[in-house]
């Protein structure tokens, strides 16, 4: 693979945006798990779905947008179902975990009706729900990694904000931080994180790059900047190993990836329970 | 009362929800320096007094000054301090060290797009110092106890410097034993650095030993004044604020 990492331009791609979802979706991980949002993730997954159903369905009837990356319309449906959520969640002030089915049914719903109008699409659609190394190509890389700076530069200013909300929400907002708007902004990027690490990872499995990592973390962090170095460590650790399984096993890579992380979240658990032995 | 510039001045506050008023024409001023006990009975408004003052909740009818502004207009939140119910605040799972905690305190006064620095720090390890803390400041939160983890919530709201201290219950969870070294230390504050003090509880031993204002509350307000005037108050009179028979608890948990 190292040589054919020199030779295949979609090798190159895979990797290279593998490595910065690695960093990517941990890091914006944390957050969603300490504020105990793990499932938002997976709501905007399935919508994220939709809008690419619903690209490639305009592209095969009507043929405009052809030469749109698909993308695009997955990270517009993926921020408007997290402003869906937003609003569902205020008005169901004593239920707010109800958004997420809500919006998750609704995605996959879409899905669903924008796939059967267009009588199914090729393969192409498999590689979006499960990922694939040979579907990135250098335009997604590049989208990739301007969501991958806006992201990091976001949670790099918004650091004590996002912390201390994710902390004490009421000790924020009496603080005075403009929790809603940080808490809006920090949705945003949850969905353009999910859009971008879709084509890896796949749309069914995104979520679980997010969470599983900061799971494995949290057993064994002192800390909370701990915790988010440790994440992106098992994250990228999963991705980049992954990836070298499933391209010399001929396995998906989401999947590969996926069972690399929960082995990782495996291991610490172990290790901490040694640990606690041993004391 | 004795002071012209009062930190708190509420004038007439009434507060509806969902048809059924919580608070009933509030009227009260807490000067500078004071340590004011506010007790009441469950669902007497003591919560939603406290919202108000920390701006979590709408003016709906009368009028909240804090430091003479208009609460509407209140823009210096880093001069008031909270500390919460440590029980239903946070989630003891969280993977934040002391330090981590305490740091986030000084949020709002680093301000938005700036970083802490070097004397934040510095800030941070003094008042863990202060509270008794600083050997922890490198241990995960939730592996301190009720107590431990209240003085750093303490910490965490003295290190922007407030001139006002709001507690909420800040004893449940606290051990019996040591409440009582909690409340010598707000007293502290209270005497040593001159922080105005709003105390709620539903332990009234603790009114009468330790604050100098007291003030029930039952929907609007049945008594304010000096704790001494509290004191000569006499158990019926007690009653008649919590609807029943009423023990004066000293510091039973």
Redesign the interface.
Known sequence: MISGLFQYEFLQNAFLTGIIIGVLAPLLGVFVVVRRLSLIADALSHVTLAGIAFSLLLEKKLGILAGLNPLYMGMTFSVIGALFIERLRNVYKHYQELAIPIILSGGIGLSAIFISIADGFNTDLFSYLFGSVSAVTRMDLWIIMGICILVIIAIIVLYKELFLLSFDEEHARASGVPAKLIHFIFILLVALVIAASMRIVGILLVSSLMTLPVAASIRIATGFKQTILYSVLFGEAAVVGGLFLSYYLDWAPGGTIVLLAILILIATILYKKIRLRMV | MENSNPIIKIDHLTYRYEKENVLEDISIEIPKGAFLGIVGPNGSGKSTLLKHL???IKVQQGEIRLFGTDIRSF?E??R?G?V?QKAN???T?????V???V??????K?G??R??SREDRKKVHAVLESVGMREFE???IGELSGGQQQRVFIA?ALV?EPELLILDEPTVGVDAQNVNQFYDMLENLNKELHITLVLVTHDIGVISDKVTHVACLNKNLHFHGSTMEFNALKEQDLSSIYGHGVQVITHQH
């Open positions: 920390l701006g979590l823009k939140w880093d008031i909270f919460s605040s946070f989630n799972g969280f993977p934040a060290t330090f981590e905690v740091l986030s305190g000084l949020t709002r680093i938005l797009f970083f802490g490198n241990r995960n965490r922007s």
